[in-house]
């Protein structure tokens, strides 16, 4: 008897091992069915459109099976037989990093589907165009720049989109591209360059209805709110501005004489996002106050330090830093009081005379730098 209940257990264990080892062949010959397939679409150089998007796709599936199922087979070999330490913490180990490199591979994947049929649209501009030529395999190309909503991205586009960006680029060094692509993979579905803005990216990206068309409402839109020059500083520290330490505990003395000048003070204001403006806050009072009580009479924003990009500062009418032009703005305002060829634009209020705009422009002819005053200097009796 006990010879037969010991056959029988060898059976059963040697059926064990038979399933074990076939389960261990099975994934072995999954991982390494899905690495040679993964070299050969890697080598195929497919960037864009939904061609791009199954290369991408099956790219991130088949890794994140791999993962998956080495997270499978280690989590089993855990419960198999007696164990080292060392051999149940890399284990575990292996678990913990594969299961979810698995999740995180496949998640923009299923993320996408939705959009295939509703893609997003993005515009960029400052344009660089940059290609992999390292190793044995295929070159790859990118399109890289900064978008009208202020974040930078980074595409990767085929072979004949990349040649005629830069061929288009050198003809004309403001290009722009209009981007159409998934969201959570960033495969391109369609690239469009283009000299300027079309009238589809007033629609897509519009400034607030707050924003006035004139640019003598003395209005600037900030992200998502819009300060009308003059305005007490407290709107803005109400909206999460914070001043600079120095000028935190300022006071400023009153003006009690007649057409006595108005003490200021210029200062910076940062907000969370870590974006800074300029101000300049002038005291119009008879009583010596507090900065945080005083009126905020101009500001002074600079695109080209980065703060500020695209959507993230409008002036009256829409227009952008780092995306509008000194044509746009002649268009858009008219003739300027004063013009400092290829540099600057200045625009003045008939009253009150200390009201103006002064913009500035880079070398490439965008509108990169902000100055709008709307505030007297002193009392006018």
């Known amino acids: 008897m006990s010879n037969k209940n010991n056959h029988m257990g060898s059976r059963k264990s040697s059926h064990i091992k038979f399933r074990y080892a076939v389960f261990l062949a099975a994934a ?24 791009g998007f199954i290369r991408d796709a099956a790219f991130r599936i088949f890794l994140g099976v791999a993962a998956a199922a080495v997270s499978v087979i280690c989590a089993k070999d855990l419960f198999k ?25 496949i998640r923009p994947v299923v993320l996408d589907i939705p959009y295939l049929n509703d893609p997003q649209i993005t515009y960029i501009n400052r344009l660089e165009f940059d290609d992999d030529l390292t190793g044995d395999g295929p070159a790859r ?26 061929n288009l680029r050198s003809e004309n060094p403001r290009l722009q591209a209009k981007v159409t692509y998934l969201p959570h993979t960033d495969v391109v579905l369609s690239l469009r360059y283009m000299p300027a803005l079309d009238e589809q990216s007033q629609k897509l990206f ?19 709110k819009v300060y009308t020059l003059p305005l007490p500083l407290s709107v ?7 001043t600079d330490e120095e000028s935190s505990g300022l006071m400023l003395p009153g003006a009690d004489e007649p057409y006595e000048s108005y003490s200021s003070q210029s200062i910076r204001l940062t907000n969370e996002q870590g974006q800074r403006i300029n101000v ?4 119009t009072t008879e009583q010596t106050i507090g900065i945080s009580h005083c009126t905020v009479g101009s500001i002074y924003a600079i695109y080209g330090n980065l703060d500020f990009a695209g959507t993230q500062l409008r002036l009256p009418g829409g227009l952008m830093p780092g995306w509008s032009t ?4 002649l268009e858009q305002y008219g003739q300027p009081d004063e013009r400092f060829e290829g540099y600057s634009l200045t625009y003045r209020a008939d009253s009150p005379s200390s009201a103006y705009w002064n913009l500035y422009f880079d070398e490439s002819g965008y509108l990169d730098g902000v100055m709008v005053r709307c505030q007297a200097y002193s009392r006018d009796h």
């Open 28 to 51: 072995f010959f999954l991982i390494f069915g899905s690495g040679i397939f993964l070299i050969i679409m890697n080598n195929q150089v497919i960037a864009m459109g939904r061609a």
């Open 81 to 105: 037989g007696k164990r080292s330490a060392k051999g149940i913490c890399g284990r575990i180990l292996a678990v913990l990093i594969c299961l979810p490199a698995a999740f995180f591979l």
């Open 141 to 166: 190309y990118y399109l890289r720049g900064t978008g009208i909503d202020g974040s930078s991205h980074s595409f990767s586009v085929n072979r004949a989109e990349y040649d005629a960006g830069k």
């Open 206 to 224: 519009p400034p607030s209805d707050a924003l006035p068309d004139d640019w003598k409402s003395f209005a600037l839109q900030i992200n998502d």
């Open 236 to 242: 803005f520290l109400k909206d999460g501005w914070k």
């Open 280 to 283: 300049t806050v002038y005291n």
């Open 326 to 329: 000194w044509d746009d703005v």
